[in-house]
Every structure is written in C-alpha cells, then in structure tokens.
C-alpha cells in the first residue's frame, strides 16, 4: 500500500472549511509537499517531457503542469437490466517552485453529468490520483530530486535513497530503474547543477551523480589547485561567534587554494580554517554544520567537506560550484549562525 494512502497526504473536506475558501462544497482536497527545488525552466520542461511517456493527458500554465487521468467505471442498472459505462477523470496539480506541491481535488459524482450512483467512487478516485502522483515521482526527474534530497539531508547512500523512493512509490506505473552504479561523469569537467538534476529518459535511468564527500585524505596528492591541508596540529583553537566579517577580502590575505576554491587565512588546521570562497564565502570557524545551506540551495553549489578534530563542528557545506550560485541569497538566509556571505557579480 503506498504511503499516499496513509498519512502523507493532507485531507481537506468542505464541511470544515471556511465558506468561499478553496475546495469547494462537496469536494475533496489532497495535497503532497516535496520538499525539493524545482524553479529552472528547462528543468520544468524536461519534466514536462518525462511525463508524455506516461500516456496521461497533460496540460500546462506558467509554473505549474496539469497532469489528468481518464478511467471508465461500469454499474448496472437494475430498471433498464443494462450496463452503464461512465467517464470519470482525476487531475493532479503540479506546483513548481522553491517546493513541488502535488494537489489534487475529489468532484462529486454530480459533475460528471450522471446521476448513477458509482459504488466507492471517491475511494477508487482517492486511490487513482495517488497512482498518478506515485508515477509523476518515480518516472520523472522529481524523483532524481528527492534520491539528492535524501542523500544531503539524511546522509543515505546512494543505494538507500534510490530503496526509500521505490518504497514511497509503490503504485507507480511502468516504474522505471535507476541504477546504483552509473557510469562516471567525464573527468575533464565538473557537472553542473542541472546536468546533476536531469537525466535521460528510458527504461532505466541512471541515479544523480552526487559527488563524493571530500576527506582529508584528498587533499595535495598531485591536485595543482589545491594547496591547503585539512590536517596539521594546530588544535589550540575554539569555536567561533557569528556573523561572518563581510569586510574580510579588504582584512585578510589568500592562504592558498581547495579544489580551485580560495582559502582566506588565518589557516592553521585542523583547528583553525578560515574563510572559504570568494562570490559563496562561508567562515568555517564560524559554521556549525547544520546543513540548512545546503539544504536551501537551489542550484546545488555545496556538498559535505568533513573537517575532523574543528571545534565548530566536524564537517562544514563546501561550495563545490561556487561559478553555479545565482545569488538567491537562501543559503545566507537561513545560516543559524550568520556564517555565509553572498557577493553578487
């Protein structure tokens, strides 16, 4: 039974609701929050596409795409000792944006222009929608999504999270496979955030390529922009109050370089890092490794750095596409301790 049909789905009915406030009299709401990023339009196209394989009609508006489908149900008519054959139909609302709101909206039977009493009509349109939310996630590049979702904020593998979205849709129809091994992205180059997000459509669909967590084990071992080490003996530091000081560039010099990233001193690891960036800055004295930025970035810029034996804390968001931020600020918005800041190019 999928998860839909338990709690997941928050139920509306309008005998409780206010009057003139949406749904209305007689009808039936289900909504369903993901909470992932879905804002850039040729991600939104892409998905658009994904779904034209599924065979449901289809239909979009700005930012939000209209997926209905049709089914036919049968009753007899003891009058006319004959069967009658309805149309009935379940559209589900996908509303794009810094979260994806799947919604959709139970009519009463009268709608559909028949009279004819179908037997359990708003379970079976309860459960039909659900079927179409479960296929909407699992076939397309939402599902992509949330495998990456599960990845940063619970620190599944890769495994894991593709298991906890096959459990979260198990009415999916034609579900498709991703692979847990897909093959690796070309070397020459760092994949963007919407290379990450988009795969192929087809039979099988290659998990997102999430990069590996950074380790202090990676550091200088022949990397010709990397100059800073993670390791060392400087121990003799203590956490570190917010805000970060936004005038650092102008007070503080380069102390070398990480992954291409640049490191503003005083450097003395492990117990001293400094400030990491330059357009996405984030003071690892400071930051305590909530995760709220990462989780907030909607454009992927930052994956785990594990930073062993700070005081601050033992792992820090580093901004792996720093040249990808689009000075959204959200990252900088939701820092517990004020530990980031965003210069606009």
């Given at each position: 039974m999928s998860v839909f049909l338990k709690d997941r789905v928050w139920i509306m009915l309008s005998e409780i609701s206010k009057r003139g406030v949406y749904p209305l009299h007689g009808y039936k709401m289900g909504i369903f929050?993901?909470?992932?990023?879905?804002?850039?339009?040729?991600?939104?196209?892409?998905?658009?596409?994904?779904?034209?394989?599924?065979?449901?009609?289809?239909?979009?508006?700005?930012?939000?795409?209209?997926?209905?489908y049709n089914w036919n149900e049968q009753e007899t008519d003891h009058l006319l000792n004959q069967i009658l054959s309805i149309p009935l139909d379940i559209t589900i609302e996908i509303v794009t944006?810094?979260?994806?709101?799947?919604?959709?909206?139970?009519?009463?039977?009268e709608k559909f222009g028949d009279s004819y009493r179908i037997q359990n009509y708003r379970q079976k349109a309860d459960f039909n929608a659900k079927m179409v939310i479960d296929t909407i996630i699992r076939n397309t590049s939402i599902g992509d999504k949330l495998i990456s979702s599960y990845q940063k904020t619970e620190k599944l593998s890769l495994e894991k999270a593709i298991d906890k979205l096959t459990q979260l849709t198990p009415l999916a129809l034609n579900p498709i496979t991703r692979n847990v091994n897909p093959p690796p992205p070309p070397a020459a180059a760092s994949m963007s955030s919407e290379e990450i997000s988009s795969v192929s459509v087809g039979s099988t669909r290659s998990a997102p390529n999430i990069p590996n967590t950074p380790s202090a084990t990676t550091m200088t071992s022949g990397m010709s922009d990397t100059t800073i080490s993670l390791t060392g003996?400087?121990?003799?530091?203590?956490?570190?109050?917010?805000?970060?000081?936004?005038?650092?560039?102008?007070?503080?010099?380069?102390?070398?370089?990480?992954?291409?990233?640049?490191?503003?001193?005083?450097?003395?690891?492990?117990?001293?890092?400094?400030?990491?960036?330059?357009?996405?800055?984030?003071?690892?004295d400071i930051c305590?490794?909530?995760?709220?930025?990462?989780?907030?970035?909607?454009?992927?810029?930052?994956?785990?750095?594990?930073?062993?034996?700070?005081?601050?804390?033992?792992?820090?968001?580093?901004?792996?596409?720093?040249?990808?931020?689009?000075?959204?600020?959200?990252?900088e918005n939701v820092c517990p301790p004020q530990a980031i800041k965003i210069f606009q190019k």
């Open positions: 929050r993901l909470p992932v990023n879905l804002t850039e339009e040729s991600t939104i196209n892409n998905i658009f596409n994904e779904l034209k394989k599924t065979g449901f009609k289809l239909d979009r508006y700005a930012d939000r795409i209209y997926v209905t944006g810094e979260v994806i709101d799947l919604i959709y909206q139970i009519k009463p039977i003996s400087g121990t003799d530091h203590s956490k570190v109050d917010g805000p970060i000081d936004t005038s650092f560039k102008s007070k503080r010099q380069k102390a070398g370089k990480f992954k291409g990233i640049s490191v503003w001193g005083p450097v003395d690891p492990p117990g001293q890092l400094g400030i990491w960036g330059d357009s996405v800055a984030v003071d690892f305590i490794g909530d995760g709220a930025c990462i989780e907030a970035c909607p454009v992927n810029v930052y994956e785990w750095l594990e930073t062993p034996g700070h005081p601050g804390s033992e792992k820090k968001p580093f901004m792996a596409r720093e040249k990808d931020c689009i000075f959204c600020l959200a990252c």
